[in-house]
């Protein structure tokens, strides 16, 4: 795609970066963002762990290593695993999580992902943590509807709607949040196949936020509307806002409550707060996102 140069952030912090747009959240901006907190309160941003199979999506499998029921047992301890990417979990994906003709966010080489793990670009550079401004863009209410139906494509001049009906500018270094109004739909509709008709951004929003300088992307699903409407490309967005762009995504939040306070206080800006999982080549980390307000 020619996006992929037209919006490539590539080199822009050194031959030899790994964060890429989280650079943009700079000391200032993680000060900015703290001062944004008013009322004290704090809302996660993730569903809860999903036990049970999702379609062919395999769940968070919990067991339990030893219970009160366990003779003699003094405490109590239990094991995960988790399927990190997918359509059910909410995780943050690391910029190494997606190719693009043999290479990665910044250049580095597809193949120093391997068995072993990410060489590059893993999760472990983000184990600081992201402290920023977060930004809900709630699209559902801008419409006076439940959710979006179907493949619903968000596209700019929706964006564009939603900074006029809102006054929530997005600003360089946000990490901006997409609801769809997935969970109602789930709630209301049950399951359905996801890569066929799943609300979201179309692919010609991606100039929109590079424009904008976001440092991180972050919807109650993939991000990307689909089917994406790119012959050839399952998720464009995810593939411009990682590889090109070097901008992390948090997939699969869950927004409703987000939704509903931002709502109620007419609100749509937020400190918002993440931190990943400190596994050296993990290519993402479930992640419990945290917004106050």
């Given at each position: 795609m020619r996006l992929t140069q037209q919006l490539s952030n590539w080199g822009r912090w050194g031959n030899d970066d790994q964060r890429g747009a989280l650079n943009l959240i700079t000391s200032a901006k993680r000060r900015e963002a703290a001062a944004r907190v008013r009322e004290g309160i704090s809302i996660s941003l993730a569903h809860n762990a999903i036990k049970v199979p999702v379609g062919n999506l395999p769940p968070f499998a919990h067991r339990m290593i030893q219970t009160g029921l366990t003779p003699g047992a003094e405490a109590c301890a239990d094991e995960f695993t988790v399927p990190v990417h997918?359509?059910?979990?909410?995780?943050?994906?690391?910029?190494?999580?997606?190719?693009?003709?043999?290479?990665?966010?910044?250049?580095?080489?597809?193949?120093?992902?391997?068995?072993?793990?990410?060489?590059?670009?893993?999760?472990l550079t983000m184990k600081d943590g992201i402290i920023t401004r977060g930004v809900l863009m709630d699209f559902p209410r801008l419409l006076g509807v439940e959710y979006l139906p179907g493949s619903r494509a968000i596209v700019p001049g929706d964006l564009a709607a939603w900074e006029k009906a809102t006054g929530a500018a997005i600003e360089r270094g946000d990490a901006v949040f997409v609801r769809t109004g997935r969970w109602?739909?789930?709630?209301?509709?049950?399951?359905?196949?996801?890569?066929?008709?799943?609300?979201?951004?179309?692919?010609?929003?991606?100039?929109?936020?590079?424009?904008?300088?976001?440092?991180?992307?972050?919807?109650?699903?993939?991000?990307?509307?689909?089917?994406?409407?790119?012959?050839?490309?399952?998720?464009?967005?995810?593939?411009?806002?990682?590889?090109?762009?070097g901008v992390p995504i948090i997939d699969n939040c869950d927004l409703e409550a987000l939704g509903a306070s931002a709502q109620e206080h007419r609100r749509w800006d937020f400190t918002l707060v993440v931190a990943p999982l400190a596994v050296p080549g993990a290519t993402g980390s479930p992640v419990n996102p945290i917004a106050i307000f």
């Open positions: 997918g359509y059910t979990e909410t995780h943050l994906d690391a910029l190494c999580h997606v190719f693009y003709r043999g290479k990665m966010y910044n250049g580095f080489p597809q193949s120093s992902v391997s068995e072993q793990g990410a060489a590059d670009l893993s999760v109602a739909r789930y709630a209301t509709e049950g399951e359905w196949d996801f890569e066929t008709d799943s609300a979201g951004l179309d692919v010609f929003c991606a100039p929109w936020f590079r424009q904008r300088d976001v440092a991180v992307m972050a919807s109650d699903l993939a991000l990307d509307v689909m089917p994406s409407g790119v012959p050839g490309v399952r998720l464009p967005v995810h593939l411009l806002t990682i590889v090109a762009m």
